[in-house]
């Protein structure tokens, strides 16, 4: 049997990428992206773990759920 070379390898990839792309990607919108700043903000290890903990149980970042936070706290 012959030995594929590393170049067959990513060829077979990027054909696999290539034919399925389209039922992948198909409709799929890019995301608005809106200028964003960085606040740094010093809380409690305990109030850190909290929002951890909160951030698996929904599987979001601690960074969304702290912009979620803040735009329904400022409405």
């Known amino acids: ?3 594929k070379n590393m170049n067959d390898y990513k060829q077979d990839e990027q054909d696999f990428v290539y034919e399925n792309s389209n039922s992948l990607w198909e409709g799929l919108e890019p995301e608005e992206r809106r200028p964003k700043i960085r606040i740094n903000v010093d809380v ?4 850190n773990d909290r929002l951890a903990e ?6 979001k970042s ?5 912009r979620v936070l803040l735009d329904r706290a400022l409405d």
Request: glycine share 0%.
């Open 62 to 66: 601690k960074s969304e759920i702290i």
């Open 1 to 3: 049997m012959a030995e």
């Open 44 to 47: 409690d290890v305990n109030l």
């Open 54 to 59: 909160k951030a698996r149980k929904l599987n």
